[in-house]
């Protein structure tokens, strides 16, 4: 009898790619001279099980591979050799090997082994006593290498500039290895109307004749691996050797063999180097994790304990319902209902527990990630993780992963000092990342803290004069300032790295948070360092709303949006360009939008003076919602109107009220761009320059 053993791959990837996430974890705890045993056998047999998982069920790429590595660490663990930096240099490296190969297979593709057999080399040269003097010796460049050239295809995925990349710098950075010849691809830009600013539309072909290694030019676009797709080809038929990174996996139904002229949905022209490609492993990974959660059993066993109340409540209210109607058995049906209505919200509760994970998640890539990033800029960095522990929406986790490595990122190329400045401002050469997460009422704070140099407010306000963001004779307070550095477009950065400084940024980073229902915010004292404080809801799919009555509709304001409601003053009402009312609140003029106008409802209260203005903000620009009236506030449970029905502009999503009627959710920052105040391209609002007139 045979045994068919792929119905086991799931559990073998799944305790893999723990694995490897222990094995990163010890590494990084390695310290070369000072090495723990217990820390190197714990890698060790993480190792070792991946090779025999992988060995019993046929995945001889990953067990051959995994066999020199474990031998490596073998020797270290008997005493036979000694740890060195470029072994765990080497090691981590690895990791990253081991993470692609099985993602590959774990998405059922031909992995690309590239990458594998150049560390195994490395690795056999070290195991037959040809030990390298550190790793930047082992990857640089043979003297007397001929040079080649490599055919890259460079499209980057639409958000690409959200994530705080800019393609302009890669191409910068690529012509420093060579002689670089660029063809770019403009067919994808819409008509204006369609055009979006914070949108790549560009792609690039490009060929470069270097005598640096493949492994330079994957360096360059070693940020953006998950957010575009990028095929290396050596030119002149010499390997087939065709290295693709894409973040946009085939659906199942379509997967096939494809030739290289069809990767990138770029036309390619065939060459003899073209080799098949497919869908790209680390999408294949992110699509595993995003649709996969672990549950500890009691969590599980809560759930059953209150599925068993509600089957006895269930049954003790049907029992009721057969009797006759009488004094005693309406008094029990009364309290049937109320412990049914108690069973219901400790479902609830403990149904939202389950999606709840601990935020260590989302900290436990930042150790390599500040160790990599530290290397680069020389800089001697200690992070601390406080409150890991701590608990929140699993969607939540997953949207804010991104703007969290770049305020990272951010302090540690612009926060922290040198170790040499350091030492001069009397600070310990260490500077000190702090990564701190804790619940506050029915939020989750999230703090990024650095003791470096601080926000440089001089440098900051003299920017913004010469952007136009702000007049010299402008008075602002220091948090004001601080504040500048949320501005689009901003930066100080007097050189673009490809760690920070591209002028797409901070105020992406506050927009991702926005649109969670979040806030983020600095502070900063010169020479002490600064602290960026994230506030998020703990779950997306609840939401505290205020109900809103505009004509016979019943419409749901988040009431994290609302600054405040008020009635309005009909003297304080001027009219602008294009009949916009605006309402002067004591130093503001608030734009006044009729929601009955917006969602083309007829019957609803038209007189200023009779109803009631619901002042929102989003995007930092306030407006105000006119409506008929407010009606209570309550939490709501968010049904997904795109995945049932379809997306409508200035709705978020759906919810169920309790007498069973459907009410929409109103997105702010939607409801703006419905309206047609925000100018096209830019984060203003048309009638800014209106509203200057008035208060002039």
């Given at each position: 009898m045979?045994?068919?053993?792929?119905?086991?791959?799931?559990?073998?990837?799944?305790?893999?790619?723990?694995?490897?996430d222990?094995?990163?974890?010890?590494?990084?705890?390695?310290?070369?001279?000072?090495?723990?045993?217990?820390?190197?056998n714990?890698?060790?047999?993480?190792?070792?099980?991946?090779?025999g998982?992988s060995?019993?069920?046929?995945?001889?790429?990953v067990?051959?591979?995994?066999?020199?590595?474990?031998?490596?660490?073998d020797?270290?663990r008997?005493?036979?050799?000694?740890?060195?930096?470029?072994?765990?240099?080497?090691?981590l490296?690895?990791?990253?090997?081991?993470?692609?190969?099985?993602t590959a297979?774990?998405?059922?593709?031909?992995?690309?082994?590239?990458?594998?057999n150049?560390?195994?080399?490395?690795?056999?040269?070290?195991?037959?006593g040809?030990?390298?003097?550190?790793?930047?010796?082992a990857d640089?460049?043979?003297?007397?290498?001929?040079?080649?050239?490599?055919?890259?295809?460079?499209k980057?995925?639409?958000?690409?500039?959200?994530?705080?990349?800019?393609?302009?710098?890669?191409?910068?950075?690529?012509?420093?290895?060579?002689?670089?010849?660029?063809?770019?691809?403009?067919?994808?830009?819409?008509?204006?109307?369609?055009?979006?600013?914070e949108?790549?539309y560009?792609?690039?072909?490009l060929?470069?004749?270097?005598?640096?290694?493949?492994?330079a030019?994957k360096?360059v676009?070693e940020?953006?691996?998950?957010?575009?797709e990028?095929s290396?080809?050596?030119?002149?038929?010499?390997f087939?050797?065709?290295?693709?990174?894409?973040?946009?996996p085939?659906?199942e139904?379509?997967?096939?063999e494809t030739?290289?002229?069809?990767?990138?949905?770029?036309?390619?022209?065939k060459?003899?180097?073209?080799?098949?490609?497919?869908?790209?492993?680390?999408?294949?990974?992110?699509?595993?994790?995003?649709?996969?959660?672990r549950?500890?059993?009691?969590?599980v066993?809560?759930l059953?304990?209150?599925v068993?109340?509600?089957?006895?409540?269930?049954?003790?209210?049907?029992?009721?319902?057969?009797?006759?109607?009488t004094?005693?058995?309406?008094?029990?049906?009364?309290?049937?209902?109320a412990q049914?209505?108690?069973?219901?919200?400790?479902?609830q509760?403990n149904?939202?527990?389950?999606?709840?994970?601990?935020?260590s998640?989302v900290?436990?890539?930042f150790?390599r990630?500040v160790?990599?990033?530290s290397?680069?800029?020389?800089?001697?960095?200690?992070?601390?993780?406080l409150?890991?522990?701590?608990?929140?929406?699993?969607?939540?986790?997953?949207?804010?992963?991104d703007?969290?490595?770049?305020?990272?990122?951010?302090s540690l190329?612009?926060g922290?000092?040198?170790?040499?400045?350091?030492?001069?401002?009397?600070?310990?050469?260490?500077?000190t990342?702090?990564l701190?997460?804790?619940?506050?009422?029915?939020?989750?704070?999230?703090?990024i803290?650095?003791d470096?140099?601080?926000?440089?407010t001089?440098k900051i306000?003299?920017?913004?004069?010469?952007?136009g963001?702000?007049?010299?004779?402008?008075?602002?307070t220091?948090?004001?300032?601080?504040?500048?550095?949320?501005r689009?477009?901003?930066?100080?950065a007097d050189?673009?790295?490809?760690i920070?400084?591209?002028g797409?940024?901070?105020?992406?980073?506050?927009?991702?948070?926005?649109a969670?229902?979040?806030?983020?915010?600095?502070?900063?004292?010169?020479?002490?360092?600064?602290?960026?404080?994230?506030?998020?809801?703990?779950?997306?799919?609840?939401?505290?709303?205020?109900?809103?009555?505009?004509?016979?509709?019943?419409?749901?304001i988040?009431?994290?949006?609302?600054?405040?409601?008020?009635?309005?003053?009909?003297?304080?009402?001027?009219?602008?360009g294009?009949g916009?009312e605006v309402?002067?609140l004591?130093d503001?003029?608030?734009p006044?939008?009729?929601?009955?106008?917006?969602?083309?409802?007829?019957?609803?209260i038209?007189?200023?003076?009779?109803?009631?203005?619901?002042?929102?903000?989003s995007?930092?620009?306030?407006?105000?919602?006119?409506?008929?009236?407010?009606?209570?506030?309550?939490?709501?449970?968010?049904?997904?109107l795109?995945?049932?029905?379809q997306?409508v502009n200035?709705i978020?999503?759906?919810?169920?009220?309790?007498?069973?009627?459907?009410?929409?959710?109103?997105?702010?920052?939607?409801?703006?761009?419905?309206?047609?105040l925000?100018r096209?391209?830019?984060?203003?609002?048309?009638?800014?320059?209106?509203?200057?007139?008035?208060?002039?």
């Open positions: 045979s045994i068919d053993l792929s119905q086991f791959f799931d559990v073998f990837f799944e305790e893999s790619f723990e694995g490897l222990i094995m990163e974890a010890e590494l990084l705890n390695l310290q070369p001279g000072h090495e723990d045993s217990e820390t190197i714990t890698i060790f047999r993480a190792a070792h099980s991946i090779k998982g060995g019993t069920f046929g995945f001889t790429s067990a051959n591979f995994t066999h020199v590595l474990e031998t490596l660490l020797q270290i008997d005493g036979r050799r000694q740890l060195t930096a470029e072994h765990v240099n080497l090691l490296q690895s990791v990253d090997c081991l993470r692609a190969l099985l297979l774990q998405a059922e593709e031909e992995p690309d082994l590239s990458n594998a150049e560390l195994k080399v490395k690795f056999e040269e070290i195991l037959g040809k030990e390298s003097v550190s790793s930047d010796t640089s460049i043979p003297q007397g290498q001929e040079s080649q050239t490599y055919q890259i295809d460079f980057p995925l639409p958000h690409l500039f959200k994530t705080g990349n800019e393609p302009l710098y890669m191409l910068s950075e690529l012509s420093e290895l060579g002689d670089l010849e660029t063809h770019a691809f403009c067919d994808a830009i819409p008509e204006i109307d369609d055009f979006n600013p949108d790549c560009l792609s690039w072909r060929y470069l004749t270097t005598s640096h290694p493949e492994s030019i360096e676009f940020w953006v691996e998950d957010d575009a990028i290396i080809t050596l030119c002149g038929g010499l087939e050797d065709d290295v693709s990174v894409s973040t946009t085939e659906p139904s379509e997967k096939k030739s290289s002229n069809d990767t990138q949905n770029i036309d390619v022209p060459t003899p180097s073209a080799t098949a490609t497919k869908a790209k492993p680390e999408a294949s990974k992110k699509s595993a994790e995003s649709t996969s959660i549950v500890g059993i009691d969590k066993d809560s059953i304990n209150m068993g109340e509600l089957v006895i409540t269930q049954a003790m209210l049907t029992q009721l319902g057969e009797q006759e109607p004094e005693n058995t309406l008094a029990a049906m009364q309290e049937g209902l049914l209505a108690h069973n219901t919200r400790d479902l509760e149904v939202m527990r389950i999606r709840m994970l601990p935020i998640f900290f436990s890539r150790p990630l160790r990599d990033t290397q680069k800029l020389n800089k001697q960095v200690e992070l601390k993780l409150g890991e522990q701590t608990e929140l929406d699993k969607t939540v986790m997953e949207k804010i992963s703007p969290m490595v770049h305020l990272v990122r951010n190329d612009h922290l000092e040198t170790p040499e400045d350091r030492i001069k401002a009397g600070k310990d050469p260490v500077g990342v702090t701190n997460a804790f619940h506050q009422g029915g939020n989750i704070v999230i703090e803290m650095d470096g140099r601080g926000l440089n001089e306000k003299s920017k913004a004069i010469a952007n963001l702000i007049q010299a004779t402008d008075e602002l220091i948090e004001e300032v601080n504040e500048l550095i949320f689009p477009g901003f930066s100080t050189e673009v790295s490809d920070s400084g591209r797409v940024g901070m105020d992406v980073v506050r927009r991702n948070i926005q969670l229902n979040g806030s983020v915010e600095v502070t900063s004292a010169k020479g002490v360092g600064s602290t960026f404080t994230i506030r998020l809801p703990l779950t997306l799919a609840i939401l505290d709303g205020q109900l809103v009555k505009v004509a016979k509709h019943t419409y749901i988040p009431l994290i949006s609302i600054v405040e409601s008020l009635q309005i003053d009909i003297k304080k009402v001027s009219k602008v294009n916009l309402l002067r004591r503001e003029y608030i006044i939008l009729r929601l009955y106008q917006l969602f083309n409802h007829g019957g609803a038209e007189e200023l003076d009779k109803t009631l203005l619901v002042v929102v903000e995007d930092n620009h306030k407006v105000g919602l006119l409506v008929d009236d407010l009606l209570a506030q309550q939490q709501v449970v968010i049904k997904s795109e995945a049932n029905y997306k200035g978020s999503g759906a919810t169920i009220l309790g007498d069973g009627r459907v009410s929409l959710i109103v997105d702010i920052s939607g409801l703006i761009k419905l309206s047609g925000k096209p391209g830019t984060q203003e609002l048309l009638v800014e320059q209106e509203l200057d007139e008035v208060v002039s």
